[in-house]
Structures are given as C-alpha cells and as structure tokens.
C-alpha cells in the first residue's frame, strides 16, 4: 500500500520564549494521516497549534519530538519537496512585484518554462480570481487580494498535494466561497488538499476528514460524516396534539419539547427513546407529523469534546493534588 500523503506521528514543539525561557507547549503529541484524495480540514481556535504544526511539515521548524513525513519521506526530502504547493499563514511577497511576476517566479522554482510557463500562470490567476490585477504591485493589493495571489503560486507548479494554511483568511463571503468551490475543483484534478482554518463552518460542505486541535492537542478526527452522525444520535419527533398528558409523559422522561401551530416537537436523545415515544403515540392515538435525525454540527461536537477534555484534564489534575496530599 501507498504510504500516506502526510504522517505525523506525536509531533511536539515546545518553545522557549524570552530571558527567563519560560515554556509555551504550542504542539503536544498529535498524530493523524493523510491519504491520497483527501480534503483534510486542520481545525482549532487561534492558538491551537495549527501553524506550527503545518511549519513543522514544511520542515521551516524542527520537532522537539515526534516526526512528520511527506509521501512516506522525511519532510526535508527533495522528491517530496517537489510535489507539494504551498500557502503560507502570511504570505510574503516583495512588495514591488505584480502577482504576475511573483507567481511566474514560484513556476520557474517548480521547473516550469517559456510557453508552458506563461500559460500556467495566467491560467492560475484566473482560477485564483486575481488576474485582472496581475500587473499591480503587491504593496497596492488588499489583503484579499495577496491571499488569491499565493494561492496561485501555490498551484501553479501542478502539486499532487497543497498545504494551505488558512485559505480562506482576508476573504469576503462570495471570496471564501470560490475558494472552496477551487478546492473542490482542484481534488477532481487529483490533488490532495490539507488546509487549516479556525472557522469551523467553513469545513462541514468540504471535508472528508477533519482533526480539530485545542492547545496543542487532538480533541476529535475523523471522517467528517461520522463524526457528525454520532453515536446516539438525537431525533426530533412533531406530533399533531398538544395533549396536556402526552407533555407530562415528556416531562416525565426529560425530554425536551416545545409547542407551535397546534403541535408538539420533542427531542430524544436517541433511538430507543423514539421507540417508547412511538409506542405511546400508538396506544394513546396521538398522530405522528413526522421524524427526523437532528445533526449535531460540527461548532457544537467541538465544544461538546473541549468541554469534556477540560473536564477530564481538571479531575486528572485534582487527583495528583489529591495523591500529593496524601504522601
Ligand atoms: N516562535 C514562537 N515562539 C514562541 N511561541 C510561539 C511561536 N510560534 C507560535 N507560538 C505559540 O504557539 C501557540 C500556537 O500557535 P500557532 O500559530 O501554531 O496557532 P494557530 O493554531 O495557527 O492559531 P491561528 O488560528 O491564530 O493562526 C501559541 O500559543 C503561540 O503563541
Ligand atoms: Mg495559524
């Protein structure tokens, strides 16, 4: 079998910062993979880890432990290096240079030349919606502007794998959504697509697999669909009455219900709840308007496992007080 795209193995990075060298543990044991064909969305708040991480990758800083690999090779590896485009967090570009000239630069560093060059270029500046101000220096662009132009330099070299840390950044509602609609376009040429953001909507119409960090830790991945069906999943049921009994028998069993139009909508939280619920509906000949899954997004399964994680972290914490305590 292919090795993975991208494997990153208990990846640390701790930095020292200031006279005093006082700790900030940026990145603390993650590990996930990437496989050929993926849109893999990197997620987590600001400050998570996720630059860093994706630094590590590009081998622009060395692990404090653990180890990344590109294609199966140790990230500095050149046959590596050579497939991959990619978007820095902040992109720098001389300020005196056009997008034109930046991103023919970045062809020619990927090996491109002459015709094959020219034509490379414009058409990647007209994917990135940045060709009409091809010819502007850089320092004139708006910030979303500079964003579009390196994501072109990250295209134009033909990459089976981009990086991109936080395409969407600087774009205004319609901006993100072409660049989603090119990361969309750009999996159907072949490429793998590894992308960060902190905005978790931006992934939930775009991902396969995702791996959302929380100071410096996994707290979920996975396939995105399953994450976002559940375990035990959550169903909402309308039933044509607004039966005084039928309330009491919800309240009874602490399920949450609300009232409008004639109706009641109850919330169970799963499916052997649904089956009582409908039971009863049937032998006490209340109709049944209808039954629908509720999915959890992936905002709300984020705070749910950050919630949980902090609380396991503060009991963790309390039993070694407990334990010196006692000593
Ligand atoms: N060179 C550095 N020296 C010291 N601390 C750093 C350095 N680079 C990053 N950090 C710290 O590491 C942590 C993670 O930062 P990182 O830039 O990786 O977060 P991020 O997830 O990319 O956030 P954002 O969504 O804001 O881009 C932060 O606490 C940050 O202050
Ligand atoms: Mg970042």
Same mark, same amino acid.
């Given at each position: 079998m292919e090795a993975p795209l991208i494997a990153v193995e208990n990846l640390e990075k701790t930095f020292r910062l200031g006279l005093r060298r006082k700790k900030v543990e940026?990145? =603390?044991g993650v590990s996930f993979s990437v496989q050929d064909g993926d849109i893999f969305g990197f997620l987590g708040p600001n400050g998570a880890g996720k630059t860093t991480t994706i630094k590590m990758l590009m081998g622009l800083i060395e692990p404090t432990q653990g180890s990344a690999r590109l294609f199966g090779e140790p990230v500095s590896h050149p046959e590596a290096r050579r497939k991959i485009g990619f978007l820095p967090e902040n992109p720098y570009v001389? %300020?005196?240079?056009t997008p034109m000239e930046f991103v023919t630069m970045s062809g020619q560093l990927s090996g491109l030349s002459g015709a094959a060059l020219r034509s490379r270029v414009k058409e990647v500046l007209g994917k990135t919606g940045i060709l009409y101000a091809?010819? =502007? %220096?850089?320092? =004139?662009?708006s910030k979303g502007m500079l964003q579009r132009t390196g994501l072109a330099a990250a295209l134009v070299g033909d990459p089976r794998l981009l990086i991109l840390d936080? %395409?969407?950044? +600087?774009?205004?509602p319609i901006g993100r959504k072409e660049v989603k609609d090119l990361i969309i376009e750009e999996r159907k040429n072949g490429r793998t697509i590894f992308f960060s953001t902190h905005?978790? +909507?931006?992934v939930e119409t775009l991902c396969d697999r995702v791996t959302i960090m929380r100071k410096g830790k996994i707290v979920v991945s996975g396939q995105l669909d399953e994450l976002l069906r559940g375990d035990d999943q959550r169903i909402a049921v309308v039933l044509l009455s607004q039966d005084s009994q039928l309330r009491e028998y919800c309240s009874k069993n602490s399920w949450g219900f609300e009232e409008a139009g004639g109706r009641l909508r109850v919330e169970l939280p799963g499916k052997s709840a649904l089956a009582e619920l409908l039971a009863y509906s049937v032998d006490k000949k209340q109709p049944v308007e209808s039954v629908s899954p509720l999915h959890e997004t992936l905002e709300e399964l984020f705070v749910r496992k950050a919630i949980l994680a902090e609380s396991e972290q503060a009991e963790e914490n309390q039993q070694a007080r407990d334990a010196f305590g006692h000593r």
């Open positions: 940026a990145v =603390r001389h %300020p005196f240079l091809a010819d =502007r %220096p850089v320092k =004139r662009l936080e %395409p969407m950044s +600087g774009l205004d905005i978790l +909507g931006d």
